[in-house]
C-alpha cells in the first residue's frame, strides 16, 4: 500500500523547472535512499512531500491526502511525515526537552507533564537521556541532529523525510547519527533520505533512487545498484562519492 | 550672571507635573505604538499583498513627514476634516501612538524576518499552523532582537514629547517655557528641565539593559 504517491508531478520555480513530471510511489516500510546531482531536484522532491514547496502540475497524494486539499489537510500530512534538515533547526531558545515536547504539546495538544515524560523517553531512545536541559547551542552538531530526529518523531509521524542529515557533520560525529536512523528502519519506519552515504544505502536502504535533472533516472535494490551500476552517469556519480 | 538655585526650586514643582505628563504621554503611546508596530510590522513580513501594501502605505506615510506636522494635523485638520474634537492630550498620545507605531513596525518587521528561515520550515514541518509558529517560535527569538532598537525608539519618542509644545500640552519643555517667559531664567530653568529628561531617558537605558542581560540573544 502506497504511502507516498507522486502522479505527474511538475515544479517550478519562476522559468527554472526543478521536477519534471515525476511518478513515483513508495510503500510503507520502505527505506528509500536519494541520491543524484547537486541542483537535481531532490531537496525540492522531499520538500514536495510535505508541503513546504507547493507542486505546479499533477498530484501527489500522502498517506490518502493530497498536498493539494487544503490548509487543514497539509497540516495532517505535516504531521504524518516527519522531517530532518541538513542545519538541525532546532528552537535555540528551548532546551532539547523542550525542543522534543514542543510539537506534541502545540500540535497534538497535550498537556506539558505528558509530553514531557514522552520527551524524555524519545531523547533516551537517540542516546542523550543526559542531555534534556542543555540548550542547542550547547550540543554539538551530532547531538543536535539526534534531538531534532527526536522531536521529529514526538509528533508520531508514520514516514521521515532526511534531508542531508549529515552532511553539515565533522565525519566522527556522522556514525551517531546514522545509527539511529538505522535503529528507525530495523523498527520498520517508512523513510525517504537524501544522502551521500553510501554504506548507509546499502546495508539501511531497501530501495535506491537517483535523480538527474528532476527526473528519476534510475530506481532499483541498492546491493545491485551499487555493485553494478549499469547507468553511465550513475557509475560516475558514485566514483566521485566513493 | 549668577547660577540661582531658589529659581529651580521654586519652579520644581511645576516643572515635576510637566515631567509627569510627559511620562504619561510617553508610556500611553508606546503602549499603542506597541501594539500598532507589531500589527503592521506582521502585515508588512507576513501579510498578503493588500495587508502588505496597507501597512507599506502607512509606514512609509509616517515616515516621511515630521511628528510636529502630524501632531498639528491631528489637532487642527482632523477636526475641520472629520468633525473630531480632540483635547491636546489626546492628539499628543495620538500622535506618538501613529508615530512610534511606524518606526516600530520596521523593527517589528526586521527582527522577525531575520529569524534563520529554517526555523519556520522546522515549525511548519510539525503541523503547526502559521500563527502558532510565529507566537512560540519565531516571536521569541525575534523579541530578543528586538530590544536594542525598541529601547532607541522609546527614548526617541520620549524626547518628541517635546515637540507638542505646539499644541500647548503642558508637559515638561513647555512648562519650562512657561516659567521661564515669566522669571527670564533661562539657564536655571532649562538647565533643569535637561536634568529631568536625562533622568528619565536614563532609567529607561537602564531598564532596556537589565531586560536585555536577563534574556540571552539568540
Ligand atoms: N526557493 C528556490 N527558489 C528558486 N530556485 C530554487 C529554490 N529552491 C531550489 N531551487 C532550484 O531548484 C533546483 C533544485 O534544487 P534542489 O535544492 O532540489 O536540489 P538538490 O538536488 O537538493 O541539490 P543539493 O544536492 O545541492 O542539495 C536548483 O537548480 C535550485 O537552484
Ligand atoms: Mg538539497
Avoid at chain 1, 77 to 92: C, D, S, T, W, Y
Avoid at chain 2, 31 to 43: E, K, R, S
Avoid at chain 2, 177 to 203: C, D, H, K, P
Wanted: proline fraction near 4%; aromatic fraction near 6%; charged fraction near 20%.
Amino acid at each position: 500500500m502506497s504511502i507516498v504517491e507522486f502522479r505527474n508531478v511538475t515544479k517550478t520555480f519562476g522559468p527554472v523547472v526543478v521536477l519534471r513530471e515525476v511518478d513515483l510511489n513508495i510503500d510503507k516500510g520502505e527505506v528509500v535512499v536519494l541520491i543524484g546531482p547537486s541542483g537535481s531536484g531532490k531537496s525540492t522532491l522531499l520538500r514536495c512531500i510535505n508541503a513546504l514547496e507547493e507542486i505546479n502540475g499533477g498530484d501527489l497524494v500522502v498517506d490518502n491526502i493530497s498536498v493539494k486539499a487544503g490548509r487543514s489537510q497539509v497540516r495532517l500530512i505535516r504531521q504524518e511525515a516527519g522531517m530532518v534538515f541538513q542545519q538541525f533547526n532546532l528552537f535555540p531558545q528551548m532546551t532539547a526537552l523542550e525542543n522534543v515536547a514542543f510539537g506534541p504539546r502545540r500540535v497534538r495538544g497535550i498537556s506539558r507533564a505528558e509530553a514531557e515524560e514522552q520527551a524524555r523517553a524519545l531523547l533516551a531512545k537517540v542516546g542523550l537521556a543526559e542531555r534534556g536541559h542543555h540548550y542547542p547551542a550547547e550540543l554539538s552538531g551530532g547531538q543536535q541532529q539526534r534531538v531534532a530526529i527526536a522531536r521529529a518523531l514526538a509528533v508520531k509521524p508514520k514516514l521521515m523525510l532526511f534531508d542531508e542529515p549529515t552532511s553539515a557533520l565533522d565525519p566522527e560525529l556522522r556514525h551517531e547519527v546514522l545509527r539511529v536512523m538505522q535503529a528507525l528502519a530495523e523498527e520498520g519506519m517508512t523513510m525517504i533520505v537524501v544522502t551521500h552515504e553510501m554504506a548507509f544505502a546499502r546495508q539501511v536502504g531497501t530501495r535506491l533512487i537517483f535523480m538527474e535533472d528532476g527526473k528519476i533516472s534510475v530506481d532499483g535494490k541498492p546491493a545491485d545498484l551499487l555493485a553494478n551500476p549499469e547507468n553511465p552517469r550513475l557509475r560516475e556519480f558514485l566514483q566521485h562519492v566513493h | 550672571m549668577e547660577f540661582d538655585w531658589s529659581v529651580i526650586g521654586e519652579a520644581m514643582p511645576a516643572l515635576l507635573s510637566g515631567a509627569r505628563l510627559t511620562i504619561l504621554i510617553t508610556l500611553a503611546g508606546l503602549v499603542g505604538g506597541l501594539a500598532v508596530g507589531f500589527v503592521a510590522g506582521l502585515m508588512r513580513a507576513y501579510g498578503n499583498a493588500f495587508l502588505n501594501a496597507v501597512a507599506f502605505a502607512y509606514i512609509e506615510l509616517i515616515r516621511g513627514t515630521p511628528i510636529v506636522v502630524q501632531v498639528m494635523f491631528i489637532y487642527f485638520a482632523l477636526p475641520v476634516l472629520a468633525d473630531i474634537r480632540v483635547n491636546p492630550m489626546t492628539a499628543a498620545v495620538t500622535a506618538i501612538v501613529v508615530n512610534a507605531g511606524a518606526y516600530i513596525a520596521e523593527i517589528v518587521r526586521g527582527s522577525f524576518l531575520s529569524v534563520h528561515r529554517g526555523l519556520k520550515e522546522a515549525g511548519l514541518a510539525l503541523g503547526l499552523p502559521l500563527w502558532k509558529v510565529l507566537v512560540y517560535i519565531i516571536g521569541p527569538v525575534a523579541f530578543r532582537r528586538m530590544i536594542p532598537p525598541l529601547g532607541n525608539q522609546f527614548i526617541v519618542s520620549l524626547k518628541d514629547t517635546s515637540l507638542f509644545i505646539v499644541i500647548g500640552v503642558g508637559e515638561l519643555t513647555r512648562q519650562g517655557q512657561e516659567i521661564m517667559a515669566a522669571n527670564f531664567r533661562a539657564v536655571e530653568i532649562w538647565s533643569a528641565v535637561a536634568i529631568l529628561y536625562l533622568l528619565m531617558t536614563g532609567t529607561l537605558t537602564l531598564i532596556l539593559r537589565v531586560t536585555e542581560k536577563r534574556m540571552r540573544i539568540l
